[in-house]
């Protein structure tokens, strides 16, 4: 059975001790009801995986011992998700927690020229991120950046495979053929899809028009289709 899972960003290698903050304190004293002598794991979200003992079970500032650290090696695949913001902001808390789950590395919400939306809320969508971390009990924090336009995007895109889907009757490739790589950004258009002029733009930066199948999907199931094909485990 696997212990509770907890983030604290200022633990680190070297402590025999540490003071949960408030917010994990009150989770592990008074939602899970936890005691002196039982045990939790703590990630800093950067690799590191701390095993540890409640010393003092206190509401506010609990203290552990740390009985073992461990650094763990980052992502094998680095996978970049640039995908246009939506007005329904629900399906992209809904999508972003579950590409996290899925190991994304890197989210980057798109302005493109079809996305209707309303203020992207950063703290709320890097909670919800940092939650599904947790819930998978995962030790590297995926990376949220600010929203960016489309076109700033696909020029500063370095990674070594660059995938746009898309549902213009164009020439692409059927993802199933796609060897994803391990160092891969993929682009998922908004509602309306991507605009014949930004298709053209991601191909002339090296993008390849990738075909997610014979039916039209939201555009969080996109997402999420692409990501569970192309993640290498």
Not at 27 to 45: A, P, S, W
Not at 125 to 135: F, G
Not at 200 to 216: M, N, Q, S, V, Y
């Amino acid at each position: 059975m696997s212990v509770p899972f907890f983030y604290e960003p200022l633990i680190a290698t070297g402590m025999t001790q540490f003071t949960l903050s408030e917010t994990s304190s009150k989770h592990c004293v008074q939602v899970l009801r936890m005691d002196v002598g039982e045990k939790i794991d703590i990630t800093n979200g950067t690799g590191g995986l701390f095993h540890a003992s409640i010393l003092v079970a206190h509401k506010k500032n609990a203290l552990v011992t740390i009985t073992k650290a461990i650094q763990t090696e980052g992502p094998k695949q680095k996978l970049h998700l640039g995908i246009s913001l939506l007005k329904n902001a629900v399906r992209l808390e809904w999508l972003f927690e579950k590409a996290t789950e899925m190991g994304l590395t890197t989210i980057t919400p798109l302005v493109c020229e079809r996305t209707i939306h309303e203020r992207f809320k950063t703290e709320r969508m890097q909670q919800i991120i940092l939650s599904a971390m947790i819930q998978s009990q995962q030790t590297w924090l995926p990376v949220l950046t600010e929203p960016m336009p489309f076109q700033q995007f696909i020029e500063k895109a370095t990674a070594v495979q660059k995938l746009i889907a898309h549902c213009e009757p164009l020439n692409k490739t059927s993802i199933k053929l796609i060897e994803a790589s391990e160092d891969l950004v993929l682009l998922i258009g908004p509602e309306g899809d991507f605009t014949p002029s930004e298709i053209e733009a991601a191909i002339a930066k090296d993008f390849k028009p990738i075909d997610l199948g014979p039916t039209r999907l939201r555009t969080e199931t996109a997402g999420i289709f692409a990501l569970s094909v192309l993640k290498n485990f």
